[in-house]
């Protein structure tokens, strides 16, 4: 079992910057793909971004690509998510979310095939 808390969320006003990071607890994290989706309100939750268990690969959501940076340290069982140029429309909360997976380099942007999910955290940007 793998579990996470997110942190690093809050209000920041348009063209700001945030850092999220997401600590997982249990020796099974290096083994994870990990993932950040978001759910506004009235709306069903979304992909941001995910990355590998080796941290080498990464993917993104269109809506994200360029602003936002997904990245890992396995040595410190964290994954971080860097949020620039922000806008009102990333006001959301955030969920990072992760699987088990054999292969270093597998990605998942699918929130079905995730297996442990944090509980969330606010961002919300201001116009």
């Known amino acids: 079992q793998v579990q996470l808390v997110e942190s690093g969320g809050g209000l920041v006003q348009a063209g700001g910057s945030l850092r999220l990071s997401c600590a997982a607890s249990?020796?099974?994290?290096?083994?994870?793909?990990m993932g950040w989706f978001r759910q506004a309100p009235g709306k069903e939750r979304e992909f941001v971004a995910t990355i590998s268990w080796s941290g080498i690969r990464t993917y993104y959501a269109d809506s994200v690509k360029g602003r936002f940076l997904i990245s890992r340290n396995n040595a410190k069982n964290t994954v971080y998510l860097d949020l620039h140029s922000l806008e009102p429309e990333d006001t959301a909360v955030y969920y990072c979310?992760?699987?088990?997976?054999?292969?270093?380099?597998?990605?998942?942007?699918?929130?079905?095939?995730?297996?442990?999910w944090g509980q969330g955290t606010q961002v919300t940007v201001s116009s």
């Open positions: 249990g020796r099974t994290f290096s083994s994870c793909a």
């Open positions: 979310a992760g699987r088990l997976t054999h292969s270093s380099e597998d990605l998942y942007y699918s929130s079905e095939k995730y297996d442990f």
